[in-house]
């Protein structure tokens, strides 16, 4: 069974009465459960971290190269200027799909630059708490490639 680390950042523990208008009414203990139910079924173990301070965030990212498979990530602000967070992911040499909840391509400039997506194998937004599911799909694509014969 492939295990993968779900890192949160900042202000994803206020899920739930953080503007729900945007980011829904679950919580991201209700967040975890739903993932972890979906990956048990496709044969991974998710483990969910969150932190609110970029060090910690960035300890995290670097634990993913010695135990875990690959990692899902919703840096939340940091998406958009932690270079640390970055070069951490960088030298994981494990695959990273980055989400976000919202669609952040149609909201504030500030949030349409991601400086972690480069480093990520790609990025899923703008489907809520699904996002989580989706990227766990394609985490396991990567880890345990189907081949398919054309
Ligand atoms: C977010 C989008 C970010 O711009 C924002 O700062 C967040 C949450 C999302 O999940 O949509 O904290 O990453």
């Known amino acids: 069974m492939s295990e993968i680390l779900v890192i949160n950042g900042p202000n994803l523990n206020m899920l739930g ?11 991201l ?13 496709i044969g991974m173990k998710c483990i969910f971290f969150q932190s ?12 993913v190269k010695d135990k875990y498979d690959g990692a899902i990530i919703n840096a939340g602000a940091y998406t958009h200027y932690s270079y640390a967070l970055r070069d951490a992911i960088a030298l994981t040499d494990k695959p990273f799909v980055e989400v976000h909840m919202s669609n952040v391509f149609g909201r504030e400039d500030f ?9 990520c194998s790609g990025v899923i937004c703008g489907f809520g708490e699904n996002v989580y ?12 490639p189907v081949k398919i014969e054309v």
Do not use: F, M, W
């Not at 609110?52 to 634990?63: D, K, M, Y």
């Open 17 to 27: 009465r953080r503007e729900p208008e945007i980011y829904g009414r679950l919580t």
């Open 29 to 41: 203990s209700d967040i975890e459960k739903i993932t972890q139910s979906h990956a048990a079924k």
């Open 52 to 63: 609110n301070i970029e060090g910690e965030i960035v300890t995290a990212i670097q634990s």
């Open 111 to 119: 949030r349409h630059k991601s400086v972690i997506s480069a480093v």
């Open 133 to 144: 599911t989706l990227a766990a799909d394609a985490l396991a694509s990567i880890i345990n």
